[in-house]
Structures are given as C-alpha cells and as structure tokens.
C-alpha cells in the first residue's frame, strides 16, 4: 500500500522560506507523477505545482509560479516543494500528491487525477 507524509510545515514570517518534504512508502516513487496541492481555510483545494516522471516536466500555479520550486529524489524516495518569498495568502495545509496514471502536463494540477495523497502539514505565514 502506497503510503504519502509530509514533514516541514510551520510558521514563517512574509518574505521568508520553508521547504516541504514527503516520503513515500510501499512505491517507487521514480514510477509516480507527482504533485503539491494546498486547502486554506474556506477556500477549495487548490493545486500549486506538479511534476511528470520520465520527462520531468513541471507545471505550478499562477499564484506560486517563480516562488516555488518542486523537485523529487527518487532514490530517497522523496519529493520536495521549496517555497520562498512567502505571503501571508501562501497560508494553508499542503498536501502532497503521487499517480500512477499517464497524466499530462496541462491536467496534472487537478486533484482528482491524484490517486495516493498525505495526510497535510500546515503552513503558516504571519508577522
């Protein structure tokens, strides 16, 4: 059974950095599309950066586009999102996503395209 956890949440002030990690178990992740979504309070899940395997192409949102960075290390297993220069609308839980599907670029920020998902880590931008 495929399993997603995400580490590297928490609080950051407006202009500062994080970097989200999430493992993945019971796969090989090198096998996997994979993907970062985030769900801030009242609002709709919402993708924010996804990323192909074997040709490696990369999509994200137009909120977090040259903010973000979405990178994977398939012998660790692991996918990252850097996220720099943060804002205080960069607020919510965050969700790493994996498929096994053959998805392509332009669908890869839909959700329901994502069968395997974490469980979410908060992150939160305040001064």
């Known amino acids: 059974q495929v399993q997603l956890e995400e580490s590297g949440g928490g609080t950051v002030q407006p202009g500062g950095s994080l970097k989200l990690s999430c493992v993945v178990s019971g796969g090989t992740l090198a096998y996997y599309q994979i993907g970062w979504f985030r769900q801030a309070p009242g609002k709709e899940r919402e993708g924010v950066s996804c990323?192909?395997?074997?040709?490696?192409?990369?999509r994200y949102g137009s909120s977090v586009r040259g903010r973000f960075t979405i990178s994977r290390d398939n012998a660790k297993n692991t996918m990252y999102l850097q996220m720099n220069n943060l804002k205080d609308e960069d607020t919510a839980v965050y969700y790493c996503a994996a498929s096994r599907r053959s998805l392509i670029t332009s669908r890869c920020l839909i959700d329901s395209e994502y069968e395997y998902w974490g469980r979410g880590t908060q992150v939160t931008v305040s001064s």
């Open positions: 990323r192909r395997s074997g040709d490696g192409s990369t």
